[in-house]
């Protein structure tokens, strides 16, 4: 009987001895996401039977691959642990990632008086966020976030405040909308911005033509034509602020 124990434990410090250590890995769909963003977790752990994933935000699941989404932006370092077969051994795996809060959306625009495009998106422009009106009109280095419209026009910023307005500097070698603003501060300013929602603001610029004299190579609020009177309202203003 002493020795069927005996045998008993030993084969079982046999199997535990050669049970395989895990190795814990995985891959994120996204390391730099909004709010509300659905990222993808897929496990590419080895020798692992059990899984335990931590989000970072107070979250868990134990699914061997998994989806999550954040309720608020921040910097969250998401943990996998894995089991062996038996329970005796784990590993860890960690992951940083980035939820950024996407609260205001520029749809940069040429005005579309006389111009050869009217209505067209602008890619390539930089927008300065400034805090104060005061600020945008010295044109300090007091802005608080710099955005670049891409390819459709858009240019999104993810750092404003809500319950804040911003004043808006468009800046591009043939377009800015420095004699817009002369005309109109509607034009650069935006409203108090709201929190939980995208903000949209029509970001209209002039365009001027690529002649001698009138290529803007460096930023400057030298107005390139003269005030006519525009104002902000001229235009509907377009209504895309939605729900996150």
């Known amino acids: ?29 996204e390391i730099d996401a909004l709010v509300t963003e659905d990222i993808l977790f897929t496990n590419t752990s080895l020798d692992a039977s059990e899984y335990e994933w931590d989000f970072g935000d107070g979250t868990y699941a134990n699914a061997p691959n998994v989806s999550h ?12 642990t894995v089991w062996s077969r038996n329970g005796n051994k784990r590993d860890m795996a960690y992951q940083s990632i980035t939820i950024r809060d996407l609260n205001l959306e520029v749809e940069v625009m040429e005005w579309w008086d006389g111009y050869p495009d009217p209505g067209l998106h602008v890619s390539g422009l930089s927008i300065l966020a400034y805090p ?29 405040k809500s ?13 800015d909308n420095y004699t817009l603003a002369s005309e109109d501060v509607g034009f650069i300013e935006t409203d108090l911005l ?12 002039d365009y001027y ?36």
Request: proline content about 5%; charged content about 25%; glycine content about 8%.
């Open 132 to 160: 104060t009106y005061d600020d945008w009109l010295a044109a300090n280095d007091n802005w608080v976030e710099e955005a670049i419209s891409g390819d459709d026009g858009y240019a999104v910023f993810y750092n404003l």
């Open 163 to 175: 319950g804040r307005r911003y004043y808006l500097d468009i800046w591009g070698e043939n377009h």
């Open 69 to 80: 989404s954040y309720s608020h932006s921040g910097d969250y370092d998401v943990r996998l």
């Open 194 to 205: 709201v929190g939980g929602i995208v903000n949209y603001f029509p970001g209209w610029v």
């Open 209 to 244: 033509p690529p002649q001698k004299g009138l290529v803007n190579k460096e930023r400057s609020r030298v107005l390139r034509a003269e005030p006519r009177g525009r104002k902000a309202t001229d235009k509907p203003r377009k209504s895309v602020d939605t729900e996150k």
């Open 1 to 29: 009987m002493k020795k069927s124990i005996l045998l008993i434990l030993a084969l079982s410090l046999i199997l535990v001895s050669c049970e395989r250590s895990p190795v814990a890995s995985f891959v994120v769909s």
